[in-house]
Nanobody
Framework: VQLQASGGGLVQAGGSLRLSCVASGFTFSRYVMAWFRQAPGKEREFVAG????????NYADSVKGRFTISRDNAKNTVYLQMNSLKPEDTAVYSCAAAAGGYSVFNYWGQGTLVTVSS
């Protein structure tokens, strides 16, 4: 199983970025895919998740209305479109996969750094 995240970078407050996570090695339709983030000195937190089969989504309150998670079945890729970025969104963002639900994420990709300047 592999999860390859990319798309991080430096952006000014109010700007946008799109993160990508290419998945391979498992049956996607049975999984929940999600993005987490960890800011310096803080614990890792859930950002957004999507059920691969149905496309239903969940978001942390802090990103609702600004971030959108989506998937492309043909490309085995999950995206996180981040708009109206704030300095507090600065963190290392990682994608993860959970078999069957949101309780336990079995697989993790490497992180990609997002830095939002004020």
């Amino acid at each position: 199983v592999q999860l390859q995240a990319s798309g991080g970078g430096l952006v000014q407050a109010g700007g946008s970025l799109r993160l990508s996570c290419v998945a391979s090695g498992f049956t996607f339709s049975r999984y929940v895919m999600a993005w987490f983030r960890q800011a310096p000195g803080k614990e890792r937190e859930f950002v957004a998740g999507i059920r691969w089969s149905s496309g239903s989504t969940n978001y942390a309150d802090s990103v609702k209305g600004r971030f959108t998670i989506s998937r492309d079945n043909a490309k085995n890729t999950v995206y996180l479109q981040m708009n109206s970025l704030k300095p507090e969104d600065t963190a290392v963002y990682s994608c993860a996969a959970a078999a069957g639900g949101y309780s336990v994420f079995n697989y993790w990709g490497q992180g990609t750094l997002v830095t939002v300047s004020s």
